[in-house]
Each structure stands twice: as structure tokens, then as C-alpha cells.
């Protein structure tokens, strides 16, 4: 099952943020008092980094006239923070920076009883692609030296990743499913974890989104070795795509912000028009190009379709995954 940028993008292709007209349907409202900016992954990760540096866009520019409180609540692949919005005690004032584990983790786990069609779209920030990456201490440059390590250890290769039966999981079962290999899997709250695991040599690979590794790469401890997009990435120019490599499968993570069930019309369009104009604005752009993400403008309606394709792809991607093909 292949989650390809031209896929996300077809659906959203003539959106663009109007302020203007949400503001109207805002129809004055204004926060009462401070916001809670839920994480739904731990500290460190794509997820955490991207809702600080927009909490810090948002507070630089006196968009709110209350703060924006970041909080991290990665447990159980993000269920802590589905059920903290679920059972939000004033949806006005509960957002939530989103992941894939949006979809994921209410399939994989229907006792919580979350449905994510009672939640609320605010703004789709980008979608997110992933990298293969190894420590540059373990001697591969190649994805083919990679391939010929990981079959040689037949089983004792390690990686870690987000979660269990999420992003990570589902990229590396993809790559393993395709080239024969074994790997352990070992799942952590956040991707900032991970990338610090690789560092430490603690795991052997990852497949951390560019931003969470970005850091260790551009001190020359990581190589990436594979691209999980449709086209080579510009701040990777010399990484192939497994595309590329013969095997038709990409896919992206999403960088989205919604709203607790239940929110009204008049706070759903005051925080559209705030992450919109944080959308459109030059840093959050400049953050975009930094961090290899791909624009991906939706109003609710798309947003509502998109969450619906997703739901089903996940279904798709989960049951080849826990069917081990």
C-alpha cells in the first residue's frame, strides 16, 4: 500500500487559507484563558518539535491574547493524548498536534473507544517523509551494504522506532517485507529518543523523519542510506527512494492540528485563522524548506476526506503488518 505525496496532495490541490472569512465566522470569540497544545508523541520527536516552534511563531507574534501550553502525552502510541482531547473538559481550549498514530492507534487499540471523526480540523501543517539512517560508526554508506549486514545477522539486527504498530513499524515492516529481512524492533514514546538511541549506539538503524535527525547528520554521526519518498529529497539529493530501488512504496507522516470533539464553530475558526496565518507566514515556510516537509493546505471538508482515506489505507497497511506480509 503505497501513501504517496501526489495522493495527499491531489486532495487539497485548490485549497488555499483564506483569514479573512474565518475571522468572521469566529464571530469574536477569543480564548478565555490558557490553551492546551497537546503532543501526541514524546519530547524530542517531529511532532514535539514542530508544535514549539509554532507555539514560539504563535507567541512572537502576539496571535493569541492566552499562551499556548505544550505537553507531551506519547503513551500507549499517542492514546493518552486521543483521550485526553476525547474527554477534554473545555474543548474550546484543547488542540492537539497530530501524527499518523491519529489513525493507527484507534484501529489497533478499539477499546479506547476513540473515533476520529468527532474531532475537530483545524490545519493540515505538512506531511512529513522518512529516512533510513544508520550511525556513521557501523561502516555501511550503501542501502545495499545495509541489506547484506541486516541478512548476515539473520535476526539479531537491531532498530528502533515510534510505537508499536505505527509510522516507524509500518515503514520498517514495508522495507523487510520487501528485501527479506529480520529485524528487532524496539519501540519508544517519541522519535527524539530514538535518534538519541542511534547516537548512542543503543540500536543499530532507524527510520527517523528528517527533523529528528537532522541534527546528529549535520554533525556527521548519521548517514542516510533510503528515502521513503516518491522523489529524492533536495536536502538529500544523494539518497536513493526505495522506489528507485524497485519497490513501488513511499510514505509520509502528518503534521497536522486538531481540535477536541465538540469544540464549537467560533473557536474551530478562531485557531483556523491563527495556524493559518502561522501557515502562511515566512518562518513556518522557512521551516517547511529546513526540514524537507511537503505543503499541505485542506480546508475541513478535504480535511474530513483525507481523514477517511487515511482510515482505510492504515486498515490496509495494519493488517499486511500484523498478517507478517
Do not use: C
Not at 35 to 47: H, K, L, S
Not at 207 to 236: I, T
Amino acid at each position: 500500500m503505497k501513501l504517496t505525496k501526489r495522493m495527499f496532495l491531489g486532495l487539497a490541490a485548490s485549497t488555499a487559507f483564506v483569514a479573512m472569512p474565518l475571522a468572521a465566522l469566529a464571530d469574536g470569540w477569543t480564548p478565555k484563558r490558557p490553551i492546551d497544545f497537546t503532543i501526541m508523541a514524546g519530547a524530542g520527536g517531529g511532532a514535539d518539535q514542530i508544535a514549539r516552534f509554532v507555539q514560539s511563531v504563535v507567541e512572537a507574534n502576539d496571535m493569541t491574547n492566552r499562551p499556548l501550553i505544550p505537553t507531551n502525552r506519547g503513551g500507549g502510541s499517542g492514546a493518552e493524548a486521543l483521550l485526553h482531547l476525547k474527554d477534554a473538559r473545555d474543548a474550546d481550549h484543547t488542540i492537539m498536534v497530530t501524527l499518523n498514530s491519529f489513525y493507527t492507534t484507534p484501529i489497533r487499540q478499539e477499546g479506547l473507544g476513540i473515533d476520529i471523526e468527532t474531532f475537530t480540523p483545524i490545519t493540515m501543517m505538512g506531511v512529513d517523509p522518512f529516512v533510513l539512517w544508520v550511525h556513521k560508526d557501523s561502516g555501511i554508506t550503501t542501502f545495499e551494504e545495509y541489506v547484506a549486514k541486516v541478512q548476515e545477522m539473520d535476526g539479531d539486527f537491531v532498530m528502533g522506532g515510534t510505537g508499536s504498530g505505527q509510522e516507524d513499524s509500518i515503514v520498517i515492516a514495508a522495507m523487510s517485507d520487501a528485501y527479506d529481512l529480520k529485524i528487532k524492533y524496539i519501540p519508544y514514546d517519541g522519535g527524539g529518543a530514538v535518534a538519541k538511541d542511534l547516537a548512542g549506539k543503543q540500536i543499530m538503524a532507524t527510520v527517523n523523519n528528517p527533523a529528528e535527525a537532522k541534527g546528529f547528520y549535520e554533525a556527521g554521526e548519521f548517514v542516510p542510506l533510503l528515502a521513503f519518498s516518491d522523489e529524492r529529497m533536495p536536502a538529500y539529493p544523494d539518497v536513493p527512494t526505495m522506489k528507485e530501488k524497485g519497490h513501488d512504496f513511499s510514505y509520509y507522516n502528518q503534521r497536522a492540528i486538531v481540535g477536541a470533539p465538540g469544540m464549537s464553530a467560533e473557536a474551530a475558526a478562531y485557531y483556523r485563522e491563527v495556524f493559518g496565518k502561522v501557515y502562511k507566514g515566512a518562518d513556518w515556510q522557512g521551516y517547511l524548506t529546513a526540514e524537507s516537509l511537503s505543503p499541505l493546505p485542506m480546508d475541513e471538508g478535504e480535511t474530513r476526506a483525507y481523514w477517511s482515506v487515511q482510515v482505510e489505507n492504515h486498515r490496509k497497511l495494519l493488517s499486511a503488518l500484523e498478517g507478517g506480509s
